[in-house]
C-alpha cells in the first residue's frame, strides 16, 4: 500500500457516533507534568516525554501519518488523545470546513498505537473505494465530507507563533534579579519594564534607604546588561498550538503541544 495513498478511516454514520464526534473536545497534557505522548505523569516536570521509547513512537507514528495528509491536502491539521478516542482534525487547503475523525481507544495501549491502527485500517477502507471504480479525489472529498463538523472554528487548529527571548545564562539571571519574566520582553515595551522594574527595586535596595549594598550592586548590573540586550534583541520562534500536536502543510512537519 502506498503511504502517500493512506486516508482517514471511514466513521460509521449512525446517529450515536455522530453525537459522540459533537462532544468529544481535545485534551491533552501540555507542561502539566505528564508525558505528551501517552499521558503518563512525568518524574521530572521539566521533561516532556516519560521514556525515550514513548517519544520514538509517537514521532514515528506522526510520520507515517504525512502520507494521508498529503492525500487530503491537508493544509493544518491537530492530533490529541483522551482517555477514550484519540482524534484528528483535519483541514484542507481547499476548506473552510474541520473533519473530525475519532477513533476508540483500546485499553492497555498508547494513543500512537491507536492512531497507527487509524492510519492503516483507513488506507484500507480508502483502496477500496478507488478499487469499486470511484476516484481518488472523489473518495477523499466523501471521507472529508462525511466527517465535517462546522461546530469547530478552523482557526482552532492553526497553529500559533510564540516568540520567545533568546538568553544567555547570565541574561536569564539578570531577568530573575529584575523579577521579570520572559514574556515581559516579548513586547515593544520590554526596556520601559526592564526600567521600570529596576525602579521598583532600587528604593527597596539602595543603601541610603537602608538596603542592602551587595544587592543593590548586583541590581545595577543586572539593569545594566538587559538593557545592552534590548539595544540588540534576539528571539527565536515556534509555530504550534497548545494542549495537543499541530501540522503545518506548508513545511510538512508535526510540532509538539507548546
Same mark, same amino acid.
Given at each position: 500500500?502506498?503511504? *502517500?495513498?493512506?486516508?482517514?478511516?471511514?466513521?460509521?454514520?449512525? #446517529?450515536?457516533?455522530?453525537? *459522540?464526534?459533537?462532544?468529544?473536545?481535545?485534551?491533552?497534557?501540555?507542561?502539566?507534568?505528564?508525558?505528551?505522548? *501517552?499521558?503518563?505523569? &512525568?518524574?521530572?516536570?521539566?521533561?516532556?516525554?516519560?521514556?525515550?521509547?514513548?517519544?520514538?513512537?509517537?514521532?514515528? +507514528?506522526?510520520?507515517?501519518?504525512?502520507?494521508?495528509? @498529503?492525500?487530503?491536502?491537508?493544509?493544518?491539521?491537530?492530533?490529541?488523545?483522551? =482517555?477514550?478516542?484519540?482524534?484528528?482534525? $483535519?483541514?484542507?487547503?481547499?476548506?473552510?470546513?474541520?473533519?473530525?475523525?475519532?477513533?476508540?481507544?483500546?485499553?492497555?495501549?498508547?494513543? !500512537?498505537?491507536? &492512531?497507527?491502527?487509524?492510519?492503516?485500517?483507513? =488506507?484500507?477502507?480508502?483502496?477500496?473505494?478507488?478499487?469499486?471504480?470511484?476516484?481518488?479525489?472523489?473518495?477523499?472529498?466523501?471521507?472529508?465530507?462525511?466527517?465535517?463538523?462546522?461546530?469547530? %472554528?478552523? %482557526?482552532?487548529?492553526?497553529?500559533?507563533? @510564540?516568540?520567545?527571548?533568546? $538568553?544567555? @545564562?547570565?541574561?536569564?539571571? *539578570? &531577568?530573575?534579579?529584575?523579577?521579570?519574566?520572559?514574556?515581559?520582553?516579548?513586547?515593544?515595551?520590554? !526596556? +520601559? #519594564?526592564?526600567?521600570?522594574?529596576? #525602579?521598583?527595586?532600587?528604593?527597596?535596595?539602595?543603601?541610603?534607604?537602608?538596603?542592602?549594598?551587595?544587592?543593590? @550592586?548586583?541590581?545595577?548590573?543586572?539593569?545594566?546588561?538587559?538593557? $545592552?540586550?534590548?539595544?540588540?534583541?534576539?528571539?527565536?520562534?515556534?509555530? !504550534? $498550538?497548545?494542549?495537543?500536536?499541530?501540522?503545518?502543510?506548508? +513545511?510538512?512537519?508535526?510540532?509538539?503541544? &507548546?
Amino acid at each position: 500500500m502506498n503511504g *502517500c495513498e493512506f486516508i482517514i478511516r471511514i466513521m460509521k454514520t449512525s #446517529k450515536d457516533q455522530l453525537t *459522540c464526534n459533537n462532544l468529544v473536545k481535545r485534551s491533552m497534557p501540555a507542561r502539566t507534568g505528564k508525558c505528551i505522548s *501517552c499521558g503518563a505523569v &512525568l518524574v521530572k516536570r521539566s521533561r516532556r516525554y516519560c521514556t525515550e521509547g514513548c517519544r520514538r513512537q509517537i514521532n514515528w +507514528v506522526l510520520a507515517l501519518s504525512k502520507g494521508l495528509l @498529503k492525500t487530503f491536502n491537508v493544509r493544518y491539521a491537530a492530533f490529541s488523545f483522551t =482517555g477514550e478516542y484519540v482524534i484528528l482534525d $483535519l483541514l484542507p487547503l481547499w476548506s473552510k470546513v474541520i473533519s473530525r475523525f475519532i477513533y476508540s481507544r483500546k485499553p492497555g495501549r498508547k494513543p !500512537a498505537e491507536d &492512531l497507527k491502527d487509524l492510519v492503516l485500517q483507513s =488506507g484500507a477502507e480508502w483502496h477500496s473505494m478507488v478499487n469499486n471504480n470511484n476516484s481518488k479525489s472523489y473518495a477523499s472529498l466523501f471521507l472529508l465530507q462525511k466527517n465535517h463538523n462546522i461546530d469547530i %472554528n478552523p %482557526n482552532s487548529i492553526k497553529p500559533d507563533r @510564540k516568540i520567545n527571548p533568546r $538568553l544567555s @545564562k547570565y541574561e536569564n539571571r *539578570c &531577568l530573575k534579579i529584575l523579577k521579570l519574566e520572559r514574556k515581559d520582553l516579548s513586547t515593544d515595551c520590554h !526596556a +520601559v #519594564k526592564i526600567n521600570s522594574a529596576y #525602579k521598583k527595586l532600587a528604593k527597596i535596595h539602595h543603601p541610603d534607604k537602608g538596603g542592602d549594598e551587595a544587592k543593590f @550592586k548586583q541590581l545595577n548590573e543586572a539593569h545594566k546588561q538587559m538593557l $545592552l540586550w534590548v539595544e540588540n534583541p534576539n528571539y527565536t520562534s515556534k509555530k !504550534a $498550538l497548545y494542549g495537543c500536536w499541530s501540522y503545518d502543510g506548508s +513545511v510538512g512537519r508535526w510540532s509538539p503541544p &507548546l
